[in-house]
DNA sequence: CAGGAATATAACCACAGAGGCATATTGGGG
DNA sequence: CCCCAATATGCCTCTGTGGTTATATTCCTG
């Protein structure tokens, strides 16, 4: 869990992401997007690697690098506790009750935050 | 963005975090259950605070902390393209459809994972 | 109003990690 | 088989940051 963290915690490889997620990319191609130098995007890609970010897949001398969605599944567990949280408190404050809800029948739930 | 991801980058930070969902704690409390010295607690309050984690409550002499659903809400927005892909992946690999599965009716959709 | 509890801030140290350059490695083409 | 292209790894440096101790601040309590 810790390298997952780690690993998103830096701005260049949450880029990578980003590009991966359109489409897979070999590390060249990731070097001229991100205008790093190419040992830097190597070791940034090992890094996603081990967290169970990216995937690689050898083709010829290239590597093609693309999302894992592994690492992602983690994260979106992670957040699934709290996600809770946050529904509870946006109707609770009145807030943006927008669109993007995906779970309509929540909002209506009688929040009694008994222990506050 | 950038302090939202660099505050979870830290197990301690993400322990208070979790420490936090459960009720609400005076920084002492932290204190205790973290067993880190009273400042490095403080400043990672700070940190969290900064990044939108948790709030403050001032009650007399304590600083009662919660947490703050604005950055677990920015945290959920970022993740959401990716959440597309995942499910994409996970249905057109046939993997594990465990029971976490939040949203029941889901598996038994159709998957017609068109655009890839 | 003095004393102490709760918390924040400052100054300092140590270590992790991001970047650059040089080099090793691997695979393809002439 | 040799050379080049693509990528990984090693080594070095430097900045960022987490931890500690000491100190400032704030607010209740006797």
Known sequence: MDRLWSALSETHRRRILDLLRDRPCSVTELVEALGLAQPAVSKHLRVLREAGLVRVR???Q???YSVDPAGIRA?????TPYRRLWNERLDALGWHLDATDDDPGHRNAHHDHGRI
């Open 75 to 79: 994260l979106d567990d992670w957040l």
């Open 62 to 64: 290239r590597r093609i």
């Open 58 to 60: 050898i083709e010829a």
